[in-house]
């Protein structure tokens, strides 16, 4: 599959524990990536500076579903599932 231009789900939902250039703490669930452009297009996409976990990330219809608001829904869902308890109470 692929990335499904102008997406943005996968750097909006998904919390990112290392550090983005211009978000030295990493990303919470939920906001939005300051690399991530007024039309859901990654700043850093290819270039060096883009986190590993970013491009890592390879997209799959399991994942990204059939439209950008399902991907966005989908990416969600697993991140509470997967979010530690002990973050979950803060």
């Not at 211009?22 to 290819?46: H, I, T, Y």
């Amino acid at each position: 599959m692929e990335c499904r231009i102008g997406c943005g789900a996968c750097c909006i939902a998904p919390s990112i524990s290392t550090p983005i250039p211009g978000m030295p703490e990493g990303k919470p669930a939920g906001v939005r990536c300051v690399n991530l452009s007024s039309d859901n297009r990654c700043q850093l996409f290819g270039k060096p500076e883009r986190p590993a976990v970013c491009s890592a990330f390879q997209p799959q219809e399991d994942i990204c579903g059939h439209s950008s608001q399902e991907a966005l829904q989908i990416i969600t869902t697993l991140e509470r599932a997967t979010t530690p308890i002990n973050k979950k109470n803060r």
